[in-house]
């Protein structure tokens, strides 16, 4: 049972990445899910969220509008499309399943997700 997230890699900045989170032997498809990212020194913060059927995306202040999130239920994925990078877009960058297949917590909070997966390397350069 894992998420896998990758995608990852140095960018400079103004550059673009798309980040990849499949399961395996776990189903995605009735469960709102969320991206998150740590950089050193730094807690982990909420990036972007995406609710069960895709009618709700959710975003940071510091990503609005650069970063969009998506899903394919059918191929158990999800997915972070994030362009005009920035330095401090630097970070460790997680996949999570939300807890429950109802909302029942907030999305901007990391304990309301259950399940996580190991993280990408997101490096941008100045």
């Known amino acids: 049972v894992q998420l896998q997230a990758c995608g990852g890699g140095l960018v400079q900045a103004g550059g673009s990445l798309r980040l990849s989170c499949a399961a395996s032997?776990?189903?995605?498809?009735?469960?709102?899910m969320g991206w998150f990212r740590q950089a050193p020194g730094k807690e982990r913060e909420f990036v972007a969220a995406?609710?069960?059927?895709?009618?709700?995306?959710y975003y940071a202040d510091s990503v609005k509008g650069r970063f969009t999130i998506s899903r394919d239920n059918a191929k158990n994925s999800v997915y972070l499309e994030m362009n005009n990078l920035k330095p401090d877009d630097t970070a460790v960058y997680y996949c999570?399943?939300?807890?429950?297949?109802?909302?029942?917590?907030?999305?901007?909070?990391?304990?309301?997700?259950?399940?996580w997966g190991q993280g990408t390397q997101v490096t941008v350069s100045s």
């Open positions: 999570a399943r939300y807890g429950r297949t109802y909302y029942s917590d907030s999305y901007y909070v990391a304990g309301s997700y259950a399940y």
């Open positions: 032997g776990l189903t995605l498809t009735n469960y709102a």
């Open positions: 995406i609710t069960r059927r895709s009618d709700h995306t």
